[in-house]
């Protein structure tokens, strides 16, 4: 069975986008019966944050959300980053053997930096710690959103390189997934929805605060009898990346779009559209958000999944590094 790895920062609540582009493809890919490792990057998150409580509460609550949404601890090693030190022992090697134009040429450095955080070496080796989180367990399989793809391409140059320069064939050369219909959700305010942009729709927010975020989507100035462009519409891409292209829901809101009289003489409007989002999130989520009001309330489960997660994830990642070791003569 191919082995599966993927992790998350802990840099704020998981948000639909998370779910569409990651999370979605993790239950898929455990539903067929993959060998998996998911985790959270908490050291990853280190390089960006700088509030120790904060810290501590996302990387809690991502591991909650991964068991709320279905990830099955019996099926799928879930754990913390800095609770498998292996992992940065291997960073170090693979730093070694890492030309520094490869990090040169990293955008999501770039992007950081564009955002407004501060240079650190943490942040401009980041893809080094990617590389050895997806290779100590020698993944096949990394399944990510788009903005991830060239993260995993140096992983695969950097284990191309160390097994050429050494002369060995310690690591499985992993490849990229993209999730079948792979789009960038767009936010509330149209751009990418991500953390750092405070423009997210959190899948677990309560009803009342939920329906409000989904009304401030920004929309054109279409009235309820224009006719109206899905594709250049937020609230109908987001419907589309969670219910799926081909799902009746989406061709209804999509015809409705085209022919605003199909849904009523008066037509049907962004707020019309706004609603048929809250309802599809509280029937696509309701499982997971009653499971996840009965995680938070037994954190003895959560320390319990974590370490068993962590002791399958240490396991594979010491023959790893053994390995790798002693092919470079340490
Ligand atoms: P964020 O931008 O919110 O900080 P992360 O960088 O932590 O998100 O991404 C975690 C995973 O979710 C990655 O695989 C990423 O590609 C995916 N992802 C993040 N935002 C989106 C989005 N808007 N649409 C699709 N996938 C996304
Ligand atoms: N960089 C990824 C993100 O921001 C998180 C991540 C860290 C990751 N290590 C990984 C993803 C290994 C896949 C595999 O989303």
């Avoid at 279905?70 to 960073?91: F, N, W």
């Avoid at 309560?206 to 609230?235: F, H, N, Q, Y």
């Avoid at 509280?282 to 499971?291: M, T």
Wanted: hydrophobic residues 40%; aromatic residues 8%; neutral net charge.
């Amino acid at each position: 069975m191919p082995r599966v790895l993927s992790g998350i920062q802990p840099s704020g609540q998981l948000h639909l986008g998370n779910y569409a582009g990651a999370i979605r493809q993790f239950l898929d890919l455990q539903a067929a019966q993959h060998e998996m490792f998911v985790f959270v990057a908490s050291y990853h998150a280190l390089t960006t944050q700088r509030d120790p409580a904060a810290l501590r509460a996302a990387t809690r609550q991502i591991v909650v959300d991964y068991l709320a949404f279905g990830l099955d601890p019996a099926k799928t090693a879930i754990y913390v980053q800095h609770d498998v030190p292996e992992v940065t022992e291997l960073a170090w090697l693979l730093s070694c053997v890492c030309p520094t134009s490869f990090m040169d040429k990293a955008v999501s450095y770039k992007d950081k930096l564009a955002k407004g955080f501060s240079a650190n070496v943490g942040l401009y080796t980041y893809p080094i710690l990617q590389a050895a989180d997806i290779l100590a367990p020698q993944a096949d399989i990394v399944p990510v959103g788009k903005d991830q793809v060239q993260h995993i391409e140096i992983t695969r140059d950097l284990a191309l390189r160390f097994n050429h320069e050494f002369q060995t064939a310690v690591f499985t050369i992993p490849g990229h997934r993209l999730a079948p219909d792979a789009e960038v959700l767009p936010g509330i305010d149209g751009e990418k929805m991500s953390k750092s942009y405070g423009n997210t729709i959190d899948p677990f927010q309560e009803e009342k605060p939920l329906r409000k975020r989904l009304m401030s989507i920004k929309t054109d100035s279409k009235g309820v009898s224009d006719a109206k462009d899905p594709e250049t519409c937020s609230i109908f891409r987001i419907f589309r990346g969670i219910a799926g292209k081909d799902d009746p829901r989406t061709r209804d809101l999509a015809a409705k779009y085209a022919d605003p009289s199909r849904h009523s003489p008066e037509g049907f409007g962004y707020g019309h559209a706004k609603q048929a989002l809250f309802e599809l999130i509280l029937d696509h989520f309701g499982p997971a958000r009653s499971r996840r009001a009965a995680l938070m309330a037994d954190q003895g489960y959560i320390d319990q999944v974590l370490k068993a997660g962590a002791g399958k994830a240490r396991a594979v990642a010491q023959i790893t590094v053994q390995k790798a070791r002693a092919a470079a003569g340490l």
